[in-house]
Structures are given as structure tokens and as C-alpha cells.
RNA sequence: GGCCCCGUCGUCUAGUGGUUAGGACACGGCCCUUUCAAGGCCGCGGCACGGGUUCGAGUCCCGUCGGGGUCACCA
């Protein structure tokens, strides 16, 4: 049998992380069984705009590595692959099932239903539809369209009996089917509902395994009853947990950012990705702009590698060590055995342990590749310093976890003459020690008549200096940094300034020991 | 509330009757240190509870408790 695997999402606008899990499940699973995996657009409900709702999520997709056989763009045997334009096949399996009376028209007005399903709670027992505005024969039919009525198509789901359901991730589940309802298939104005829908396009696509998340469990065996009752073939089912919220079991939401943001790692990640991005004019009070939405990680210039690797363990593990992964390793290691039962929290904190490691194994030239748009699009580069990136990669090492941290850096480019200091940092390492600006004027001449600027040979004179004068070096060196770089925080003194170079470290130096041996200039 | 699912360190997990309950992240301490990272070493910390079954239970059974999902003319 051919493995074929579906990921169904709806035209939302945008790709939920627990949805990339979903799909990459489905994906691997199809993957590593030589399978197929289809993608299909559940857009039974949503009339307009579908095109610009379901781009954002192929992107997303695409961005990942998860790539499909069939499905929007790409076509396939079955297109199409668009659920509002599968009507008439729809139409074909209500007609059957009202055929084989395994669904009929019901007349109940909406609060009609509503009251015996309120009585029913009163009475604290389990709702069932009395069938009451049932119509099975013309002579109903006349009779309920004489009062004014219109009809919906309802499921004529069995009232004894148990449905078990042999699940590859849960095992054996039993549902008792007098539990079930008689769930409407078709609208009163013709439309089709998800459950119905499903099903055949599942038939039609000839899916084997249907692996999706745990939510549709309950409604599983309403499911399973059109299969049954169209005699379709009955695909395997694999229920995932669902992605839960940081530090909870609930299931991670895009609309309670304001919730999760009172998590000290959630914050720190929502942080460092606005700071990034507020810096290339992105507007980071998009709704969009969310940690649950992938495109919040692209954006900032994360790897769609380290979120893989990540999302994957998030409900899965291959053994009791390995938690590296590229998505060959995956392709060839993954297996629903693996899968665990309970929802597992989205931890903020590890996601950007994978990052770095991810980030780290990528070479400098590839590094600089990444990291070059954000500084295009912060209009930093071009610029005249531009080749020195790779120098200042290296020295960065793992201070640049994510591409946009490459804006950390940015001192490195902006000219000499335009360096802009951080206030606060001046004020304490500067403005507020007398010394500091007789010692770096001291030691402005030093380098001035300095032709190695190398690391070494920058040490050994700083080293110089401070046993001369009988000081230390953190009594000048973060004054030096400051007045250097702008900042009170970067990569090692001396790589800055063997980076630099001598002409451009002299230049920064003498904005503020201008007025050389003299006082504080007001620079700014 | 009915039905269904789940329950190992704070978090992600390994564990398929006999383990000093293992790893990773986070956290704490020490070392290193010109800042920030990183790195090295050490440490804290868990089988929800109660009954069984068994020579022996995190592992099997029952119950309790806790968490979650679902009960739409949403998907």
C-alpha cells in the first residue's frame, strides 16, 4: 500500500507553530515510507480572500522544508485540492448517504433544536435529537416546506452499538455511539460541513494515514460513519497531543500572546525579536508578529532547520539522547512509535538552544549571506566597510545566534564620523571618571605610533600602558570601548579594534580626545 | 455536566516488571575573564495519590485526584 499522508489547514491568514508540528508529522511519516503528502485547503466555510489567506501558510511551509506531492500550486491527479471547489462531489455523497437513509433531511428550526438540547442538560442527561422535523418521505417534505421550514442534511448515526477505534498513537479508544450526535452535513443554503467534506476528499485522495491533532479525536467516529456507511476504505488513524502553552497543558493560542508574554522566556524571545525587528522598519505590533506564528521567526532570521529540530521534540524522541536533527536524520529516524501521548509545552528557552547550535554550524560565508539582508534592509549596508563581515562574524562567534543579531554589530559599518554612543554607558565609563580622558589620550598617542594591529601586539601594548602607570586594564578598557564602538557591550577590545584598523580605531578615538590632553569635548 | 484523551525533575523527554530512575534545556554555585556571550567543573530537582496483582511496580489492574479536548448550519 502507498503511504499517503494530508495536511489540511484553513485560509487563516497565517501558520500556527502546532500546525507546522501537525504537518511535519505528516510529512515525515510520509517521507520515510517512501509516501506521498499531499496538501489540501479546507476552505468549506471562508468565501473570500482565500488566496491571500493560505499564501502566508505555503510560504511558511516552503520556508521549512516541507514540501508536497499534491496540493495548491503544484496540482496532482486529484485536483483540485481546494475544498470550496469540490461542491459537486460533496453533493454526489449527501445524495448517496440520503439514499442509503444514513442521513435525511431535518426541518427543526434552530430553536427548536436549542430547546431540546436544553432540556436534555436540565435534565442532565446526554442530548439526543428526537428527529421530530425528520423528513424521510415526500409527504413530510410538503408538509414541513408548507409551514415555512427549510431543511439542513443531518447524520442518521446509530443509537446502540460501540465504535472502536484502533488508534496508532492511543491505542484502542471505545465511543459508545448513542453518544453521538445527528451533526448536520449539509447547510441550509447547500454549503457542506468539515466532517463530510473530509472524509470524501480523503477518500478521493486515496489517503492512507490520517495524522492530525488530538482535537479531532471526539469527532472521529461521526467521521467514521460516513466511511462506513459510502463504504469507503477506513485510513489509519494517529492522533497527535497538541502543542500546549508555555508552562501549561492548555493548547498554545495565538490570541493570548498577552498571557504568555508574563513568561520570563516567552518575553525574552518577543523581546529580542522585536529589537531586530523594529530596526529593519518591521511593524512589530502586528498581530502576526507572534512567536506561535512562523513568520515571526523568519522575520528575525531564525533557520527553518533549528525550528524543526525543535518542533519535532516537542512530542517526539528518538531515543534517550540524541536531540540534534537536519530533516534527513529525521526522514530516516522518524517513526510514530516515537510519538508521545501528552501534550507537550512550547518552551521559548530550548528553541533558542537549537537556533544557536544550528547557527553555529553554518560557515562564515554562509553566515554573512544571512546575515547581509537585515543589514541591507536596517540600511547600513552598502557601505564602504562592507568586506570586514566576515571578520566580524568570526569574532562575534556565538553572539549572533539568530541572522538579525548581526544588528548588534552594526558599529562596525556606520562611519567613523556618524558612531553613535550609548549615553547612559558613556556617562558611567566617561563623563563620570576624571581619568578616563587623559588615559585615553595617553594611550590615542600609543596607538598612533602602533604599526602591528594585530590582537597580540594590541594587548601587549595595552599591557604596556597599565604596568607603566600602575593601573589596571578595566580602568581604561571600558572607556575605550565606549568611546570606540558606542557601546558597553561587544566582541573582545582588541579583535574591535584589529578589525577596525588602525586608521579607522584613531579616527573614533579622536572625536573625543580631540582637543588632545584637554577636557571633556560636548561631542553630543 | 456527558463522552473521550492524558499524567516521570520547572520544561522537553528515555524508560515496554528487577535501573543508584538516564539525557537535554532552564536554574544555583565555583573557575576563567576587558564587557557581553561562550567554555570547564560541581550541584539542585521527578515517577500525582490510594488500593490491589507479584518474590519484586514508574512500568500491569481498579479507584481517586489533577490537567486537557470535544459536545456548532467552525475547521
Redesign the pocket.
Known sequence: MTIRTRF???PTGYLHIGGVRTALFCWLFARSHGGQFILRI?????QRNVESAIEPILRGLRWLGIDWDEGPEVGGVYAPYY?SQRSDKYQTAVNELLRRKCAYRDY???EE?QAE?EAA?KE?R??TYSRRWMAETDADISRFEGEGR?C?IRLKMPREGELLIDDLI???????WA?E?D??IQ???G?????L??VVDDEDYKISHVIRA??????TPRQIFIIQSLGYNLPAYA?L??V?E??????LSKRKLDKYLKNK?FAKLVEHGKSIASRIGLNTDDENFNPVIVDFYEKVGYLPEAIINYIV?????L???T?FFLMDDLVKNFSLE?V??????F?P??LL?FEEKHFLMRTTAEKARLCIPFLEAAKIFPCEYGDIIGEVIEAA???IKVSGDILNFSDFFVDDDLLEYDKVIYEKRVTSQPEAINLLSEFYDLLSQQEQFDVQSL?NLMQKFVDGKSI???DI??AL?VVVTGK????????TMSILGKKRTLKRLKRIVGTVHGSVGDRF
Open positions: 489540511a489547514p484553513s479546507d476552505d468549506t466555510d471562508h475544498q427543526a428550526r434552530a433544536i438540547r442538560v442532565k446526554t442530548f427549510r439542513v492511543r491505542g484502542k479508544v471505545i465511543f459508545n453518544d450526535q451533526h448536520v447547510r441550509a443554503d454549503s457542506f460541513i468539515y466532517h467534506a473530509n488530538e482535537e479531532h479525536l471526539s469527532n492522533h497531543p497538541f500546549a508555555p508552562g501549561s497543558k492548555t493548547k522566556d521534540l516537542v512530542g517526539w524522541a531515543d534517550d539522547r536531540e516515537g508521545t501521548k501528552g501534550a507537550a509545552s518552551d528557552a530550548k538552544v562567534g556565538d553572539r594587548e589596571k586594564v578595566s578598557i571600558h570601548r558597553g557591550v561587544g566582541i573582545g577590545m582588541f579583535e
